[in-house]
T-cell receptor, first 117, second 113 residues
Framework: AQKITQTQPGMFVQEKEAVTLDCTYD???????LFWYKQPSSGEMIFLIY??????QNATEGRYSLNFQKARKSANLVISASQLGDSAMYFC??????????????FGKGTHLIIQP | NAGVTQTPKFQVLKTGQSMTLQCAQD?????MSWYRQDPGMGLRLIHY???????DQGEVPNGYNVSRSTTEDFPLRLLSAAPSQTSVYFC????????????FGPGTRLTVT
């Protein structure tokens, strides 16, 4: 079974609208972390936001927020007031603590977001 | 402070050739890892290391070797390149237990013909 599922291969959104990118995850580990990365066409991986499984509040970083619904195993990324520069691939990823956090991240297949003027 | 650096940026190999992808970090991070990214896919973990002298396999280790003789360097070796290893390779580092931050290098685009 996939550990990270991103069901939206591509999305078109009008500039200035809010965007929600879906991510569901699967783990039996009670301690885990959830990440969102942005990958523009230039190829680098840009960290956006992190949510720990024990965090009481949803994470926020500027225009990015993470809608964390633990019971549903959902960690959707919300981008408020989208901008043309937000056009990129977006990846959801998880780190489980079973390996002490050392054994890397498991990534979803990504969502290609295109912001239209 | 250069962060995570990778060399080369681009490489073309013929089937059967060997090469080493270099990765270095200057942040004194304990954890380092290698990922590959294929078209339409997220990153998949190849190998990782929790410190100098300690390495372990990730999800897709076949065809790759690693070693970690120093904290700073984590090279990835392809012993006999195959077309299936055509991919973009990312190195990443993390401070260690208790920290969630993971820093990625700029990537190496490898083509095997």
């Amino acid at each position: 079974a996939q550990k990270i599922t991103q069901t939206q291969p591509g999305m078109f959104v009008q500039e200035k609208e809010a965007v929600t990118l879906d991510c569901t995850y699967d783990t039996s580990d009670p301690s885990y972390g959830l990440f969102w990365y942005k990958q523009p066409s230039s190829g680098e991986m840009i960290f956006l936001i992190y949510q720990g499984s024990y965090d009481q509040q949803n994470a926020t970083e500027g225009r990015y927020s993470l809608n964390f619904q633990k019971a549903r195993k959902s960690a959707n990324l919300v981008i408020s007031a989208s901008q043309l520069g937000d056009s990129a691939m977006y990846f959801c990823a998880m780190r489980e603590s079973a390996g002490g956090g050392a054994d890397g991240l498991t990534f979803g297949k990504g969502t290609h977001l295109i912001i239209q003027p | 402070n250069a962060g995570v650096t990778q060399t080369p940026k681009f490489q073309v190999l013929k089937t059967g050739q060997s090469m080493t992808l270099q990765c270095a970090q200057d942040m004194n991070h304990e954890y380092m890892s290698w990922y590959r990214q294929d078209p339409g896919m997220g990153l998949r973990l190849i190998h990782y290391s929790v410190g100098a002298g300690i390495t372990d396999q990730g999800e897709v280790p076949n065809g790759y070797n690693v070693s970690r003789s120093t904290t700073e360097d984590f090279p990835l070796r392809l012993l006999s390149a195959a077309p299936s290893q055509t991919s973009v390779y990312f190195c990443a580092s993390s401070p260690g237990t208790g920290s969630y931050e993971q820093y990625f290098g700029p990537g190496t685009r490898l083509t095997v013909t």
